[in-house]
């Protein structure tokens, strides 16, 4: 089990949905994650950089037939500081909740 841990990083709107949908994923396409997430490409460029350089995110550029295609994963340090993320705001959320019921 992963240990609850806030990441600032990941936490932003943005930097969150992205990482939530690439640990659903193997690797997604550029163009399915820019239109999921409705980002300009260079918004999505700009996200992706800081997740990479953080060790979050690993992309790879290849050729498609006459087009390059760029696609992206989590890599095990991206989803262990996600899992770690999401145990801690489930931690705040049951905060909020006491079982008490008071």
């Known amino acids: 089990m992963t240990a609850a841990k806030f990441d600032e990083l990941i936490h ?7 990482v939530a949908t690439l640990a659903a994923a193997d690797w997604a396409e550029f163009a399915f994650l820019r239109d999921r997430l409705g980002l300009s490409d260079s918004a999505l460029s700009k996200q992706l950089a800081t997740l990479e350089e953080a060790g979050y995110v690993a992309t790879e550029r290849r050729i498609s037939g006459s087009r390059r295609k760029v696609r992206a994963r989590l890599t095990p340090a991206g989803r262990e500081a996600f899992d770690g993320h999401i145990a801690a705001l489930q931690a705040i959320v049951d ?4 079982a008490d019921g008071l």
């Open 12 to 18: 932003p709107s943005t930097r969150l949905s992205l």
């Open 95 to 98: 905060a909020a909740h006491p």
